[in-house]
């Protein structure tokens, strides 16, 4: 670890990168200069997400070396890397020219990555160029076929090739169906011999389909992966949003609620401009004024040095801008990280952050890194002390979250790693002690399975009470996430591939493996993911972005209803979510105040060439059930509230029960509202509003409440306050073509 002392003058010594940091510039601008400083260093070739420098290395050894000119395998290396760059006419140009070439052993190898060369161009030339809200959404059809058909023709004919040479390629064999489906072939069109059957088969369960508005609402952000914050940060009562992208030349963006249906980008004027990057991003209150925060994490899945980025505190300032505070606060460190959550570990009040590092070990010659709680110390600074808590792990970590999961009344921690190490942490801390943790993985029963797992989270999926685990796997040997995909479809044996797994919590410090029993032994291969109640029955339901860095994974993403908290049903066909393109950052949100979550999901690969437009599938609303909306407010706990838990109990049809949430931004990658969003079914009245206070741990209770509310309660006070919004009308852009210059605003 790189240590930085806050004096002004201080110079940071980063891999060559000398960058003074002088008396005159504030921390908001040094962190600028540091980003800047980086991102130009590394840009080039021996980064792996670099490509563009890669093709002018490629261009170089072509043009400089005598006689290398027609060199096939430069040639077929630069045609990989032009799709990366984003560059696809350019890419199968060069694939055709290598396929009319004589003096080629053989084509062969080649195929697969000309193949995935044409279907990226009908991807470029339809869902990007000619993008609407059923572009790329599985099963593809109706206003998602594609108008030029020359990409996916082409591809159809290069994957019915390499089939008959290699009728075992599932991967290529996915991809030929999804190009039928592009073109409207599927399943008629598609060969007997290379079907796939039962692809647009819709399951037993339906719930009515969601409506993607982001390109009406100027929203529809086209960038590589990243992630993104649902929450109010002006405090007007309405919900704003701001994303990230993950590559150090990547913008963030903050959109600010009009409170009439439509959003602005006010990134220029609140001072995001030059704070770039971000795989992650979280929301906070690390110093208790009200106003929420922003995190940044970055340098996730870099090696050899080119992930050891600094992450960054961005500080609300209640007036429309923030300020990085990152260097005097003492969170700069240079280590890969996407994931962090913030709780108050020592029940002092105030929020402290813990944060997993990426260390890949072996080869890497990026260093150790080595996992960081940090202790709020009140004052805006922290100090970390992982070491002394027993946290430092060291491993390839990806996922970490929080809830007290043995309801002590004190935040214990979980930890995903691709190791395929899993790590529950009990806080042992006592009033007036140190933080410190054990380790009780291997007595919680949950050390068992040894895959590698991504996205991860706490919460109680069966409304007992007690907080449940749910950790993706994420295990895949080589392969396009796609030849799961096929096999799985073609009930062929593959064994815990990118499914769910889901631990239910026995009340004893243990878990039991519940992932069969609720039906999510499914093909999934998360990389971002949330909860929420989709339909307000109270059971929290689950959509995850899928995908990995590979071109040829194209698979959809995944919605999971949750049925009485018993099972989980695919829903994604019926619910028009499934994108084909790769997602990350997720959140629930109820957007226009009508009592129905919303989905925002920032979507977009590694490269330049796999990025993709955000999309916000839009709730038409599943039920007539009934919704509670709370926002609470710490005075002995943290101001945010953060680790508090609700139970809200009613009698449904006369029976009696309850739903619990913990106040947090929900999955590991992506942050939904603190304000908590609970559905309570056909429930007239709530019987009793039940809130344990993070922190102090006090009780207070609130009784025979009315529904569909909005209510900030503040710890304490014995009195609700009804916070009043209007209810918001998102419209087509067909329905503002008389605001033009609103909507040219709003890109």
Known sequence: MISIKKIPGAIILFFGLATTISCQNSSHQQMIDILTGLNKKFNNPYNTFTPEAKVKLCDSFLTKIPGNSNNAGVLAAKASLLLKVGREQDAVNIYEGLAKRTDLRSIDAMLPDMALAYMRLGERTNCMLNHNGSSCIFPIKDAGVHLNKTGSTKAIETYETILKNHPEDLSSRWLLNIAFMTLGGYPKAVPQEYLIPGLDADTAFKIKPFKDMAADLGLDINGRAGGVIIDDFNNDGYLDIVTSGWELDDAMHYFQNNKDGTFTDMTEHSGLKGITGGLNIQQTDYNNDGNTDIFVLRGAWHQQGFGNQPSSLLRNNGDGTFTDVTIPSGLLFFHPTQTAVWADFNNDGWLDVFIGAENVGGTDTGGVHTCMLYINNHDGTFTNVAESAHCNITSFVKGVTSADFNNDGWPDLFISTLDGQKHLLKNLAKPGMSVDFEDVTAQSGIAKNRNGTFTTWFYDYNNDGWPDIMV?????????????????????????????????????????????????????????????????????????????????????????????????????????????????????????????????????????????????????????????SLKLEGVKANKAAIGSRIKVSFTENGV???????????????????????????????????IRWAGSNTIQHFKNVAPNQFLHITEGDNKLEAIHLKKLTFKHKAQTSMSMPMVTALK
Not at 670 to 690: F, H, M, N, T, Y
């Open 656 to 690: 009696k029960r309850s739903v619990y949430k913990d106040v947090n931004s929900g999955g590991s990658f992506g942050s939904s509202p603190l304000r908590q969003e609970l559905g309570i079914g056909q429930a007239k009245v709530i019987d009793d509003i039940e």
């Open 472 to 628: 993706a796997d994420y295990n895949y040997k080589n392969q396009g996430l796609g030849y799961y995909a096929a096999a799985k479809a073609l009930g062929k044996p593959i064994d815990d591939a990118g499914n769910i797994y889901l631990y239910r919590n026995n009340h004893d410090g243990t878990f039991t493996d519940v992932t069969k029993e609720t039906g999510l032994d499914k093909v999934v291969y998360s990389m971002g993911a949330n909860f929420g109640d989709i339909d307000n029955d109270g059971y929290l339901d689950m959509y995850f972005g899928t995908g990995n860095p590979d071109f040829k994974s194209l698979i959809p993403n995944k919605m999971f209803k949750n049925v009485g908290g018993k099972t989980f049903v695919d829903v994604t066909q019926s619910s028009h979510t499934g994108s084909l393109q790769k997602g990350h950052g997720v959140a629930f949100a109820d957007l226009r105040n009508d009592g129905n979550q919303d989905i925002f999901i920032e979507m977009g690969g590694a490269f330049r060439g796999d990025s993709y437009t955000s999309s916000l599938f839009v709730n038409p609303g599943q039920s007539n059930n009934n919704f509670i």
